[in-house]
């Protein structure tokens, strides 16, 4: 079996992070964050992986090169123009058709059972099978109407916005419920390229699988649980950093050539290569670029930071985050 990690976004969220190389070759946990899906995969024995290019792709293929070192094979697909989720399959069917497939969002980190899932798929005979959990939080994610473990519909968000990960009490009148969200993981049928359009921008939601479900095809629910984290901001990329670090029992990551000298203090925190942070300084809940110094006396609390050299001349995107410079960094508070 193939899969495909989605990958094509711009990451206009994870601005300035993403000034100087594309969303899926950011660091996370160690390797670049399509690298780490693709490990998740590898647990479960996927070998050969499918992963769609827009933004920079340049930076995307130095990051990961062909696979080897996550324990898999890449097969890169670009994208001139941005197609969707539902063009961005239908770009790469010759890679994925003739057999199921799995299919996972690239910004995403999580321990959920891909083996249930495809169990799910298979006992249903289902065209589509999409991993959903519950949204306990209350997070802005669309719900998923469920009924006898098939999906009948789609809504919109549950009524207030936490900052954790996802439920809101249930809208059918026979009683209440959680409602469930989709994680960004779905076990396909080849026989879903039938409900793709060809060759143009499209949503799998709205574009394959409400039709689909019209036509009376089956896509099943499959709810799953586990940790999942969602890191499309430099807030949630953040907090995932270092409620995966707790895990491990560490309160810092620290890229290939970074220095944390004697006397700084850094705490809870994301440095990525080439980092230097002098001793007398102070870092607690920030990400640090590549190549950024903190110098003595120096405080970054709750920021991303990079260098000021990446930032001059360049505009920034109606939904990155706003900062100033200081020195030779550009630094950006991260809102809640």
Same mark, same amino acid.
Request: net charge negative; glycine share 10%; aromatic share 8%.
């Given at each position: 079996?193939?899969?495909?990690?989605?990958?094509?976004?711009?990451?206009?969220?994870?601005?300035?992070?993403?000034?100087?190389?594309?969303?899926?070759?950011?660091?996370?946990?160690?390797?670049?964050?399509?690298?780490?899906?693709?490990?998740?995969?590898?647990?479960?024995?996927?070998?050969?992986?499918?992963?769609?290019?827009?933004?920079?792709?340049?930076?995307?293929?130095?990051?990961?090169?062909?696979?080897?070192?996550?324990?898999?094979?890449?097969?890169?697909?670009?994208?001139?123009?941005?197609?969707?989720?539902?063009?961005?399959?239908?770009?790469?069917?010759?890679?994925?058709?003739?057999?199921?497939?799995?299919?996972?969002?690239?910004?995403?980190?999580?321990?959920?059972?891909?083996?249930?899932?495809?169990?799910?798929?298979?006992?249903?005979?289902?065209?589509?099978?999409?991993?959903?959990?519950?949204?306990?939080?209350?997070?802005?994610?669309?719900?998923?109407?469920?009924?006898?473990?098939?999906?009948?519909?789609?809504?919109?968000?549950?009524?207030?916005?936490?900052?954790?990960?996802a439920v809101s009490t249930a809208q059918t009148a026979?009683?209440?419920?959680?409602?469930?969200?989709?994680?960004?993981?779905?076990?396909l049928d080849p026989r879903i390229f039938e409900f793709?359009?060809?060759?143009?921008?499209?949503?799998?939601?709205?574009?394959?699988?409400?039709?689909?479900?019209?036509?009376?095809?089956?896509?099943?629910?499959?709810?799953?649980?586990g940790y999942w984290y969602e890191l499309s901001t430099?807030?949630?990329?953040?907090?995932?950093?270092?409620?995966?670090?707790?895990?491990?029992?560490?309160?810092?990551?620290?890229?290939?050539?970074?220095?944390?000298?004697? #006397? *700084?203090? $850094?705490?809870?925190? =994301? +440095?990525?290569?080439? /980092? &230097? %942070?002098? !001793? #007398? *300084?102070? $870092?607690?809940?920030? =990400? +640090?670029?590549?190549? /950024? &110094? %903190?110098? !003595? #006396?120096?405080?970054?609390?709750?920021?991303?930071?990079?260098?000021?050299?990446? %930032?001059?001349?360049?505009?920034?995107?109606?939904?990155?985050?706003?900062?100033?410079?200081?020195?030779?960094?550009?630094?950006?508070?991260?809102?809640?």
């Amino acid at each position: 079996m193939r899969a495909m990690i989605l990958a094509a976004g711009y990451g206009t969220r994870l601005w300035p992070l993403t000034i100087d190389r594309a969303k899926p070759a950011i660091p996370f946990m160690g390797r670049p964050l399509v690298g780490y899906v693709a490990e998740y995969l590898a647990r479960y024995g996927f070998r050969d992986i499918v992963v769609n290019l827009h933004h920079r792709p340049e930076s995307v293929r130095a990051a990961l090169d062909d696979g080897t070192r996550f324990g898999v094979h890449f097969h890169y697909v670009e994208e001139p123009t941005i197609l969707g989720t539902g063009g961005a399959l239908d770009n790469a069917r010759a890679l994925l058709d003739g057999d199921t497939f799995v299919v996972v969002n690239g910004k995403i980190a999580t321990d959920i059972n891909l083996d249930a899932a495809l169990q799910t798929h298979r006992r249903r005979r289902a065209l589509a099978t999409l991993v959903l959990r519950a949204n306990v939080e209350r997070e802005r994610y669309s719900s998923v109407h469920v009924k006898d473990g098939l999906i009948t519909g789609f809504g919109g968000n549950p009524a207030s916005d936490n900052a954790g990960s996802a439920v809101s009490t249930a809208q059918t009148a026979e009683e209440e419920r959680p409602t469930l969200m989709f994680t960004g993981i779905q076990v396909l049928d080849p026989r879903i390229f039938e409900f793709i359009p060809r060759g143009v921008f499209s949503h799998t939601v709205t574009d394959v699988y409400v039709p689909a479900i019209a036509r009376g095809e089956t896509v099943a629910a499959h709810v799953a649980e586990g940790y999942w984290y969602e890191l499309s901001t430099v807030r949630r990329y953040l907090e995932t950093s270092v409620a995966l670090m707790k895990r491990e029992g560490r309160g810092v990551e620290a890229g290939e050539g970074s220095v944390v000298e004697d #006397g *700084a203090e $850094v705490v809870e925190s =994301v +440095l990525w290569e080439n /980092v &230097r %942070v002098d !001793a #007398g *300084a102070r $870092v607690r809940r920030a =990400v +640090l670029g590549a190549g /950024v &110094r %903190v110098e !003595a #006396g120096e405080v970054f609390e709750d920021v991303a930071v990079v260098r000021a050299e990446l %930032v001059r001349g360049v505009e920034r995107p109606p939904k990155g985050l706003r900062g100033e410079l200081r020195g030779s960094n550009f630094v950006a508070s991260i809102p809640e």
